[in-house]
């Protein structure tokens, strides 16, 4: 039996008269990998943020596990949801160890399993390959730290990840090798739902089960890459799929 796990039912966000979100309402099953795509500014990032409590919805309803994110106190919060973003957001001056530490330790866990989920937290990011846990971020490549950034979300191990644009500050060949480590990454922890926020077309439709196109605040489209590309619900959507159509063409002209 699916299961709802994130739930918003007419939600809209204003920032003073600026309505950015209008009337959105969706839900999200567990276990669910969900990209939401759209232009710069549409509204992804505080869509998500209205998620972890972040951000508070203006009118309409949030619901996370059954929980208001904003009536849910933190360490609870912490415990259902892990957040990556494009700034990775590691502190500077601390170990890789204790970078990972910190919702852990929030939680109350003993010395040995904080150690013992540390191990764990850099073979599942593929990192298990050398001495990284005393190393200070800037020790790390670009890629090696979004991959710290991802275990630290995943480190009290919560049914849920939030994703904000992360890899986008990466070179193109790294990209690609994290977009498949993060789908690996999914399928093996299998009931974990990922939400996952880009503006890359193809990170969009790789890695969403479902993809929601966002469009100035509301959604264009919520279904399945399939779905999407063999009847695109409105002419955004259908000018969208029509700019990666011509990427290629221009592709293929440059390289026959
Ligand atoms: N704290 C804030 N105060 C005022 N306006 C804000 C605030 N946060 C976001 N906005 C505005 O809300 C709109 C949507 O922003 P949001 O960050 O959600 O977009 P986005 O789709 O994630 O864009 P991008 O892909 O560029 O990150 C933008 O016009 C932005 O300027």
């Given at each position: 039996m699916t299961k709802e796990v994130i739930k918003f039912d007419h939600v809209s966000k204003s920032f003073g008269d600026h309505q950015?979100?209008?009337d959105l309402s969706f839900t999200i099953n567990a276990g669910e990998f969900i990209t939401i795509l759209g232009t710069s500014g549409c509204g992804k990032t505080t869509t998500l943020k209205m998620i972890n409590g972040l951000l508070t919805a203006s009118s309409g309803q949030v619901l996370v596990n059954g929980l208001d994110p904003q009536t849910t106190d933190l360490v609870a919060l912490r415990r259902q949801i892990g957040y990556v973003v494009?700034?990775?957001?590691?502190?500077?001056?601390?170990t890789i160890a204790d970078n990972l530490s910190i919702t852990p330790k929030l939680m109350g866990w003993n010395q040995e399993q904080i150690k013992q989920r540390n191990l764990e937290l850099l073979k599942l990011v593929d990192m298990?390959?050398?001495?990284?846990?005393?190393?200070?971020?800037?020790?790390?490549s670009g890629g090696q730290q979004q991959r710290i950034g991802v275990a630290r979300a995943l480190a009290a191990n919560p049914p849920i990840v939030l994703f904000d644009e992360p890899l986008g500050a990466l070179d193109a060949l790294t990209r690609l090798n994290l977009q498949e480590d993060l789908k690996k990454l999914h399928q093996q922890l299998n009931d974990h739902t990922f939400v996952l926020v880009t503006h890359d077309i193809n990170e969009a439709f790789f890695l969403g089960q479902r993809v929601m196109i966002m469009d100035q605040g509301h959604i264009e489209q919520f279904a399945d890459p399939q779905t999407i590309i063999d009847q695109p619900a409105t002419p955004f959507v259908k000018a969208l799929l029509q700019t990666e159509i011509d990427h290629q063409r221009i592709w293929r002209e440059r390289h026959d």
């Open positions: 950015v979100i209008k494009q700034q990775v957001g590691l502190f500077p001056h601390m298990d390959n050398g001495d990284y846990l005393n190393r200070y971020p800037r020790e790390l």
